[in-house]
T-cell receptor
């Protein structure tokens, strides 16, 4: 069956540009998560959705970062006025049930490079 | 607040030797604990999880971990390393009733020498 799909797999952009990263979760998974992984670090939580609403966005580093999930399936992470420090791998994960014990299914990530 | 600390960013073992990757957690309530593995150019995969049932948890590829509340530890072990075990391993924590997102450690890169 299909896993979590993330596009693009690689994105190179210039400082100050706008970027969108897309995540297509496993069909039927109600919870969706965004993490950011910098080189040599573990994944850092950004935001998670339960259905269409953001249940916890406390990990977003500042107001340049925004994420949506309008129909409760596909999600888009949006980064405005990109900075070199935004360079990282952005990971998306989904989970079938909020009541389950936190097991997440990850995509392969979108590698963002800001020049 | 919840957190995990992984001792040792790099571990190197010989093929056939014991693998021991250390993880200590901090949580004010009973935790759920996880080990994930990340192979090069692949997404994170769940190895095993502890969710308040048996304290000794068995996972895929011969790995296991033991939850020790008195030591606040959840170390990952495998009796005999294989070359294919070379990867990055992440310990993670969450807890029932709290924020559902996992909090990850900084990872341990396992090298297996022939």
């Amino acid at each position: 069956g299909a896993g979590v799909s993330q596009t693009p797999s690689n994105k190179v952009t210039e400082k100050g540009k706008y970027v969108e990263l897309r995540c297509d979760p496993i069909s039927g998974h109600t919870a969706l998560y965004w993490y950011r992984q910098s080189l040599g670090q573990g994944p850092e939580f950004l935001i998670y959705f339960q259905g269409t609403g953001a249940a916890d966005d406390s990990g977003l580093p500042n107001d340049r970062f925004f994420a949506v999930r309008p129909e409760g399936s596909v999600s888009t992470l949006k980064i405005q006025r990109t900075e070199r420090g935004d360079s990282a791998v952005y990971l998306c994960a989904s989970s079938p049930d909020l009541r389950k014990s936190g097991e997440l299914f990850f995509g392969e990530g979108s590698r963002l490079t800001v020049l | 607040a919840q957190s995990v600390t992984q001792l040792g960013s790099h571990v190197s073992v010989s093929e056939g030797a014991l693998v021991l990757l250390r993880c200590n957690y901090s949580s004010s309530v009973p935790p759920y604990l996880f080990w994930y593995v990340q192979y090069p150019n692949q997404g994170l995969q769940l190895l095993l999880k502890y969710t308040s049932a048996a304290t000794l948890v068995k996972g895929i590829n011969g790995f296991e971990a033991e939850f020790k509340k008195s030591e606040t530890s959840f170390h990952l072990t495998k009796p005999s390393a294989h070359m294919s075990d070379a990867a990055e391993y992440f310990c993670a924590v969450t807890y029932r009733g709290g924020r559902r997102a996992l909090t990850f450690g900084s990872g341990t890169r396992l090298q297996v020498q022939p």
